[in-house]
């Protein structure tokens, strides 16, 4: 019996979690639903190691979206080695966006609100970034508490970048990491 569980999509075809795999006779039926997580440093590890990739990576003729991104980028007087660190940071609830990698919804809340406003709420972010929101009604076998946005700026809150006030409003504290 394989199990992959705490999963984190860093691409639409790269994710890292937690890989587990017994002999079906030595395991309970318990064991199969008790929660593993991924290690905090191997996911560090790797995801600095894949970021640094991901920046200095050309992009192929194939790649509409990420060339899209790119012009947008320069469109807007910058490029991707400009974009601070906590822009394309992995989180849990990213598979309910459609198809879009982080980097792309992220960079679009550092430039269109963080950089242009000191204060911000959350229905504007849920606003710019509604065309890439599925709904998490289609995997019903999946429980997540937070909404990928909402997880996004959580952690944005983390770091020091934002600060939440009132429940759903968010002042910037810095721009910079």
């Known amino acids: 019996m394989i199990v992959y569980q705490d999963i984190l999509f860093f691409t639409k075809t790269k994710t890292f979690g937690n890989l587990m795999s017994w002999k079906l006779g030595t395991l309970k039926w318990r064991e ?5 997580y991924h290690d905090k440093s191997a ?3 790797y995801w600095t190691k894949h970021k640094k990739k991901w920046l200095y990576q050309p992009i192929s003729y194939y ?5 899209a991104w790119r012009h947008w980028l320069y469109i807007h007087q910058t490029n991707i080695q400009n974009l601070p660190n906590y822009v394309y940071l992995p989180i849990s609830s990213q598979f309910l966006f459609n198809c879009t990698p982080p980097w792309i ?10 950089l242009a406003f000191d204060y911000f709420t959350l229905s504007q972010v849920s606003h710019l970034l509604q065309e890439h929101y599925i709904s998490s009604d289609l995997f019903p076998l999946i429980t997540t ?4 946005v909402q997880e996004y700026l959580h952690l944005l809150v983390q770091l020091g970048i934002l ?3 009132e ?4 002042i910037v504290k810095r721009t910079t990491v």
Do not use: A, C
């Not at 199969?32 to 593993?36: E, I, S």
């Not at 790649?63 to 060339?67: H, Y």
């Not at 429940?167 to 968010?170: C, T």
């Open 105 to 114: 919804w992220q960079s679009r809340i550092y430039m269109d609100l963080i």
């Open 163 to 165: 600060k939440m006030v």
């Open 167 to 170: 429940k759903n409003g968010y």
């Open 32 to 36: 199969l639903f008790l929660p593993r």
């Open 43 to 45: 996911l560090q590890m």
């Open 63 to 67: 790649q509409k979206q990420e060339k």
């Open 145 to 148: 508490t937070y909404h990928p």
